[in-house]
């Protein structure tokens, strides 16, 4: 396919993007976000992982687990990482559908 340069936004973009679409998917480009998007939905977090990373058990009650979660989450909030911030937040969540 050969490309052509757009300068700025309109019709011809569009027609351009529409064109593409086709070729993306004789080549791939579909399949493999197909695939990205199944690999994220393989890393929702298991209520085992939840349970480590917020430093509970089974038997601990939810209060118990909502003062470990507003701890280590403000804990990371102050000086700690963005990335242990949203564990705590995602393993928060994962519990919460449970109880």
Same mark, same amino acid.
């Given at each position: ?21 086709? @070729? ?12 990205? %998007? ?18 509970? &058990?089974?038997? %601990? ?7 470990? @979660?507003? &701890? ?10 963005? @990335? ?16």
């Amino acid at each position: 396919m050969r490309r052509k340069k757009f300068h700025g936004g309109g019709e011809g973009r569009t027609r351009y993007t529409k064109a593409l679409i086709p @070729y993306a998917s004789k080549n791939g480009v579909a399949q493999e976000t197909i695939q990205n %998007t199944i690999r994220r939905a393989g890393k929702v977090m298991t209520e085992q992982e939840a349970r480590q990373v917020l430093g509970v &058990t089974e038997e %601990t009650p939810w209060k118990e687990i909502a003062r470990k @979660y507003d &701890t280590l989450f403000e804990k990371n909030a102050k000086n700690g990482s963005f @990335y242990l911030q949203s564990k705590v937040h995602r393993a928060k969540q994962c519990l919460e559908s449970i109880h």
